[in-house]
């Protein structure tokens, strides 16, 4: 048998005085004393030591013991049963978003839920500093235009959104309308600005290939310009209160200015429409395309031979020109300055050449043109097939076969235009198809329905890669290498997009991308 343990429980000692140093409390020692565990409790002896019902005692003991307290899951990680049908028809009925019926992508960026009374007060004590800044009438957006179908009315409610960056000290800015309502403005706002600035640029250059401009526009609004312009137009109090925007660190200054900037002008687009977002940008926050800073990289230019259209040879257009301009009655396409911005004069020599006899009517087929018109005048209608024709064959002219002696015969412009108007046509889709989801929600679907790789699939689900025009020595590489041909039909298929903006507008892009080409994939397959 073991010995047993150890232990002092009732040994005391006579007091016994210490002797310590002066100033210090006298300490009497009157007793040691050790833990010991309990002991198993003994089993009787009529019992074996395994017996179940002595174990089962045991066991009872153990639970005796008080457990630590155990740490419950964040609030954030417990599910909340679904809402029943009857409220969550309530919190439909009653949100904001259901209320216009004519102006559904404005309706869809409106907040989920109505303004609280945290909200009115901001807006109360702010909003007039904010459209002061911008250049707006400082009287309440619900004065302006005769009923609810006018956007402009619902500027309030939007630039209040605008200003609510997630600040996690503030419980405003963590609710659920007001974060919604912010991350899908900026959501918006980021496309509405590269089409602006391309289509700007595409005017301005009209010799210039889309590589500078790109320059130009990373230049002007990069994530590190966007604090100066923030601060140039004195917004930057609305966004830092309690902060000085010149002390902070970039991580911490970058991405608020961001995400205000990109949503103010998804909410000015909403409201006001691009010559808007034209006045803003280069009027309020001052931008100057010819400043020394914006200026691209200087790189050695092909020589450009070639005319360009009348409009572009007196004079290099403004900012104020682009904004102000509206095409004509009788004009043959919904944007034509831009059209002949993309498409030099001289295509027209490829008119009548085996491509315009041979596939041309093929790939018209395909895509579902000419759309009918209501022309007047049939010569307007024949002159606009003309001249889409051509646009179609500059669509899938590649860089190889022409560009180094003519720079602009090539689909790069087209390129260009049709990207950012492609991202913007599925930006609107997504905010209007998805009511209730955040913007960084939106942005990875549609980073993820725009990938290249599914771009150039598209067309070629569509058998239109085959009549890419490329130039002799590359051709074999690039319809043989998946690794060449994928970025090729990608390009060809976002020239189609820009073409069919510059000659019949965004419904057409929609119509194209939607029913056409399929891009969300939810039409039926053929077996």
Known sequence: MAPPA????????SPL???????????RVLAVTADQPPPPPQASPSEPANSPSRLLRELAERKKAVSPKKKHP?????????????????RFLNSPQLSLKSLPLLSSCLPSAPLSAADRTWMDEYLLEAKQALGYPLAPSETLGEGDDCPARHFDVLLYLVFQHLDPSCERTRTRHVRNGHSRLWFLGQFVLELAFSEFFLQRYPRESPGPMRERVFALIGKRMLPRWIKAASLHNLVFPYDDLDRMIRKDREPPTKAVFWALFGAIYLCFGMPEVYRVLFEAFGMDPEEESC?????????DVDYVSVEFEKRQLTWQDVAAYRPPEDALFAHPRLFRACVPPGMHRFRGNIWDFDNRPKVMNILGYPLPMNDKIPEITEARNIELGLGLQLCFMHPSKYKFEHPRFCFERLEYVGQKIQDLVLAERLLMKHLDAPGRWLAEKHRRLLMNKYCGRYLRDKHLHHYIIYGETVQDRFEHN?????PSTTAVQQAIHGLSYCVYGKPDVRRLMFEVFDFEQVQPKAV
């Open 74 to 90: 964040p609030r954030r990680f417990i599910l909340k049963p679904p809402l029943d049908d009857e409220r969550l028809t309530q």
């Open 17 to 27: 005085p210490l002797h310590l140093p002066t100033g210090r409390r006298r300490v």
């Open 295 to 303: 200026q691209p990289k200087l790189r050695r230019q092909l020589e």
């Open 482 to 486: 998946r690794r060449l041909r994928n």
């Open 6 to 13: 150890m232990a002092f429980q009732a040994l005391t000692f």
